[in-house]
């Protein structure tokens, strides 16, 4: 009984993979206008002058900005496989 619990609760390359989608997948959705505006996140929100260095918020604001572009057909694609692996797998 103790064995079969802990073979449940395994931590495996594949749940540690699965995570990354998953939390790439939570950053690629989120919706500039509908969401990141109304907590203070919007486009126009977070730019330093010329010369600054840009700060905490302006670099996470760039990252979702780059993963919502770069990473989206990348993201259909391992999504895909991964919905495979896991109706072929369990």
Not at 47 to 69: H, M, W, Y
Not at 76 to 81: K, L
Request: proline share 2%; hydrophobic share 50%; net charge positive.
């Amino acid at each position: 009984m103790q064995k079969s619990r802990s073979a449940n609760m395994a931590f495996t390359l594949y749940a540690l993979i699965q995570t990354a989608i998953l939390f790439t997948n939570a950053i690629a959705v989120l919706h500039e206008e509908r969401f990141l505006s109304k907590i203070g996140w919007g486009a126009d929100q977070g730019i330093g002058g010329f010369g600054d260095e840009p700060g905490i918020k302006a670099q996470l604001l760039n990252l979702i900005r780059s993963v919502r572009t770069v990473m989206r057909v990348p993201l259909i694609i391992v999504n895909s496989v991964c919905i495979v692996l896991l109706l072929l797998f369990g």
